[in-house]
T-cell receptor
Framework: GQSLEQPSEVTAVEGAIVQINCTYQTSGFYGLSWYQQHDGGAPTFLSYNALDGLEETGRFSSFLSRSDSYGYLLLQELQMKDSASYFCAVSGNTPLVFGKGTRLSVIA | EAEVAQSPRYKITEKSQAVAFWCDPISGHATLYWYRQILGQGPELLVQFQDESVVDDSQLPKDRFSAERLKGVDSTLKIQPAELGDSAMYLC????????????FGQGTRLTVV
């Protein structure tokens, strides 16, 4: 089967950098993706890594190490609007499976 | 901008009644997912379609839940009979391929069973 582990909560200061880690177990790995979800809203796609290394999209970057079954989402220049839940999701021989989510609180 | 359409946005139903949710994916997206999300938890996959075929429904409670995508485009998820524990957000998502890359979600249907 598939399983993912990520911290349940993270708090960071506005303007700072925060890293949200994700470790996974899966068979037939395709890729690791990240989603953001604000309270009351739907998850929105942020990034996808299929190969080792860093993918950068504006203030957000995502990293993958296939050998370590590990990835992280890096958020830079944090803004209050970044307060949300962040989910890692893994795809493999079985369909897209989500972690339990990390609730990020950005404080002034 | 293309988006996944879901209806209704909110549904209140009495237990033992039937309820149905509809999803229209982004045009051209062959893969369609139905997820259930309980407040404070991650989305849990109920069923995945590739075109009109079911790829995975191992987590779908088949005694009361059914899903179809007859023409490989829009999809319907049904619950009959509804139970109190079914209260949750039901999310539909679609993607171009089944690799899981870039799944786009609809706004969801918030179901309350009373």
């Amino acid at each position: 089967g598939q399983s993912l582990e990520q911290p349940s909560e993270v708090t960071a200061v506005e303007g700072a950098i925060v890293q949200i880690n994700c470790t996974y177990q899966t068979s037939g790995f395709y890729g690791l993706s990240w989603y953001q979800q604000h309270d009351g809203g739907a998850p929105t796609f942020l990034s996808y890594n299929a190969l080792d290394g860093l993918e950068e999209t504006g203030r957000f970057s995502s990293f993958l190490s296939r050998s370590d079954s590990y990835g992280y989402l890096l958020l830079q220049e944090l803004q209050m609007k970044d307060s949300a839940s962040y989910f890692c999701a893994v795809s493999g021989n079985t369909p897209l499976v989500f972690g339990k989510g990390t609730r990020l609180s950005v404080i002034a | 901008e293309a988006e996944v359409a879901q209806s209704p946005r909110y549904k209140i139903t009495e237990k033992s009644q039937a309820v149905a949710f509809w999803c229209d994916p982004i045009s051209g997206h062959a893969t369609l997912y139905w997820y259930r999300q309980i407040l404070g938890q991650g989305p849990e996959l109920l069923v995945q379609f590739q075109d009109e075929s079911v790829v995975d429904d191992s987590q779908l409670p088949k005694d009361r839940f059914s899903a179809e995508r007859l023409k490989g485009v829009d999809s319907t998820l049904k619950i009959q009979p509804a139970e109190l524990g079914d209260s949750a957000m039901y999310l539909c998502a679609s993607s171009l391929m089944d690799s899981g890359r870039g799944a786009f979600f609809g706004q969801g249907t918030r179901l309350t069973v009373v």
